[in-house]
């Protein structure tokens, strides 16, 4: 079992760019959650996605916007990026909608110049 | 939006018990505890759930007072690999009936030889 799988795992944009980051969750699991962890802190709720919809999000703009595929894989899109959007990306999947228990991918490291 | 308080950093030696507390005003009703482990440069990784009392597994104990608006989690006989940061994590009410997951700031747990 390849657990959860991020994509790419280091990125460098600029400015204004815009940015795609995938994830596959782990096998048997229907739910990805997204978070931005910037550096010492915690992680922060982006949103998370069920049944191909989004069901709960945080407090992120509309920049931050995402898709889930039917094979539950998921892409975290963030458009304009600011240099503040600089973090490490992670993925979470699980069962259910809550998803409390969740498995974590590596993550990808965004740095925005 | 309620938020979790955690001590920003404890120190302990190998072959101690560490506990880690959390406090949380405002958790669901049907909420669950949980608590997640972080070394560097890596995604969370789950160590514990409870709802109340007590719950046990081969790593950690989490001890959930009556009225759970706190928790502690116990790690027995630590050793240096058990340093890491460690997360608490519950759900809370957001927008009616939508729950939005808050994770602590973590605490940073620094075991000594």
């Known amino acids: 079992d390849a657990g959860v799988t991020q994509s790419p795992t280091h990125l460098i944009k600029t400015r204004g760019q815009q940015v795609t980051l995938r994830c596959s969750p782990k096998?048997?699991?229907?739910?990805v959650s997204w978070y931005q962890q910037a550096l010492g802190q915690g992680p922060q709720f982006i949103f998370q996605?069920?049944?191909?919809?989004?069901?709960q999000r945080g407090n992120f703009p509309d920049r931050f916007s995402g898709h889930q595929f039917p094979n539950y894989s998921s892409e975290l899109n963030v458009n304009a990026l600011l240099l503040g959007d600089s973090a490490l990306y992670l993925c979470?999947?699980?069962?259910?909608?809550?998803?409390?228990?969740?498995?974590f991918g590596q993550g990808t490291r965004l740095t925005v110049v | 939006l309620a938020k979790t308080t955690q001590p920003i950093s404890m120190d302990s030696y190998e072959g101690q018990e560490v506990n880690i507390t959390c406090s949380h005003n405002?958790?669901?009703?049907?909420?669950?505890i949980t608590w997640y482990q972080q070394f560097p440069s890596q995604g969370p990784r789950f160590i514990i759930q409870?709802?109340?009392?007590?719950v046990t597994n081969e790593v950690a104990s989490l001890f959930i007072p009556a009225d759970r608006k706190s928790s502690t989690l116990s790690l027995p006989r630590v050793s240096l690999s058990d340093t890491a940061v460690y997360y608490c994590?519950?759900?809370?009410?957001?927008?009616?009936?939508?729950?939005?997951?808050?994770w602590g700031a973590g605490t940073k747990l620094i075991i000594k030889p």
């Open positions: 994590l519950v759900g809370v009410p957001y927008m009616d009936s939508n729950y939005q997951l808050i």
């Open positions: 405002n958790i669901a009703t049907n909420d669950y």
């Open positions: 409870g709802y109340k009392t007590k």
């Open positions: 096998s048997g699991h229907d739910t």
């Open positions: 996605y069920y049944e191909e919809e989004e069901r």
């Open positions: 979470a999947s699980g069962t259910g909608q809550m998803n409390t228990e969740a498995f």
